[in-house]
């Protein structure tokens, strides 16, 4: 690890070295090697399953009420909410995004922990209509031992989306982050353990996906996995789950529409747009990263879209004013650059970037320049599948019909942004077009008690929400005999 941070990880309550191979962290601001520590093996995870269980079985842990559990899920908040400066730091060091937005991901992890807290205190469980002399029930229980699975985009927020519901719930989690990006959620197990967890409901092992995380997923302890990642992988572990038939919840990628209509405030469409997909340097699930434009207003709207990206400010992350930081580690930027080239070969129009940023300045870190493309059909590989870089592709459209057509015409189904005046049309095409999120002039709003997630390929089940807590959850029936007279059979 680096100067003042030790090489070890969290297994089953206790801080050590993992047993795994070495992992590094690579500045994506000039490639050094600012973490390098050992990662868990499968022998890691069987301890960490292990102890798990017994944590979450110890009626210390079993048997809390929910205010009482409810307490310590709002005392990891105050921990994160008392370090969040170094965390958003920690986490710009890491995976090279802006720290304003690194800011807002540790607010809406210790917004998420609040939020667990209390909607916790909110679950009911049901009495239903019985058809007999017996009361019945419907009640809800822990699983015992969650995996939770995450990518290296949000790390903090995706980790928190999925330790505090399952902990709320009253399970004990493994965390398996993603190999790039380890240093934040080692930090907030720290703190999570700090601030008095019992030993052994949290581990954090981090390490490489067809190591640490397959044993994870295939470990006979773990009763449900939490998975947030590529759709390839998410399709892998559905498959292992597949064979222990144990639940889990996939959020996987996408290749998100915008929808632009002649009537829309192209004031506020534009800078929409341009944050949908160049926000986090394209690195998002949800980027809007194929905009449909009305064909009356396409050569107005790519215009204005080109001329207003090239203006937006590259830099490293670390600079407040930075609005594209560098991408998490060089061999991802060449990963962007490579489907560029193909787009190319595919016959599209680079209307602007289309390459990494040139001189000495950007010569180190791993920059690209916002790109937009056209003249590609929905069709090809571009249109088709998941960048996750700063690049934006463009289509016209005719009418609504040929609209909704093409917005549909994708394996993904995570969220849709639509532009318009029309209020009408807003809620029409909205119920029409295949997203498990639509955002109407506006995108990239999260509310933690909104639920999200994909359809199609785009994933499995949701998260956030109060029902957020039943995912964590085994659902129980139970009938309770109330008749005086003898049961039938008794004589
Ligand atoms: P990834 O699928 O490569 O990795 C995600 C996590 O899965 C990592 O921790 C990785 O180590 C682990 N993993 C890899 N192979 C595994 C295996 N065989 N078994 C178990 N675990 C394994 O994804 P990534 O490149 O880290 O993240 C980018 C992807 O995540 C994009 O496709 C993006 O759209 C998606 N994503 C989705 C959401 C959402 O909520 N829908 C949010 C963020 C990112």
Known sequence: ?????????????????????????????????????HGADAADVDEAV??????AADPAWRDLLPHDRARFLVRIADAIARSSERLAALQTRDTGKSINETRALVSSA???????????????????????????????????????????NSPIASDAQKIAPALAAGNAVVLKPAEWTPLVALALGRLIDESGLPAGLLSVLPGPGDV???????????????????????RAIGAAAAQKIMPVSLELGGKSPTIVFPDADMERTIAGLLFGVFSSS????IAGSRVFVHASVYEQVLGELVARAGGLRV?????????????????????????VRRARQEGARVLCGGRAPEGPRWS?????????????????????????????VALPFEDEDDLVAQANDSVYGLACGIWTRDYRRAWRV??????????????????????????????????????????????????????EGPLPWAS
């Open 1 to 37: 690890m680096s100067a003042g941070e030790a090489d070890e990880i969290l297994v089953g309550g206790v801080w050590r070295r993992g047993s795994g191979a070495v992992i590094e962290s690579l500045s994506p601001v000039d490639g050094s090697v600012i973490a390098r520590l």
């Open 110 to 152: 210790q917004a998420t922990f609040r939020y667990f807290a209390a909607a916790l205190e909110t679950v009911e469980e049901s009495l239903t209509p019985p058809r007999g002399p017996y009361l019945t029930m419907s009640v809800h229980e822990p699983i015992g031992v969650v995996g939770a699975i995450t990518p290296w």
């Open 364 to 392: 180190d870190g791993a920059y690209y320049l916002p790109t937009i493309l056209d003249g590609l059909p929905n069709g090809s590989a571009t249109c088709q599948e998941e960048i996750f870089g700063p690049v934006l």
């Open 315 to 339: 830099g490293p992350g670390t600079d407040p004013a930075t609005q594209v930081a560098p991408l998490v580690t060089h061999a991802h930027r060449d990963r962007v650059a490579g489907m």
């Open 282 to 285: 394209g690195q998002s699930c």
């Open 212 to 234: 640490t995380g397959d044993a994870l997923v295939r470990h006979p302890g773990v009763g449900k996995v939490s998975f947030t990642g590529g759709t390839a992988t998410g």
């Open 50 to 55: 292990r102890a798990g269980a017994a944590a």
């Open 430 to 483: 909205a119920r029409r077009i295949d997203a498990g999120t639509v955002w109407i002039n506006t995108y990239k709003q999260f509310s933690i008690s909104t639920p999200f997630g994909g359809m199609k390929e785009s994933g499995i089940g949701r998260e956030k929400g109060r029902e957020g807590i039943f995912a964590y959850m085994r659902q129980k029936s139970v009938y309770w005999d109330l008749a």
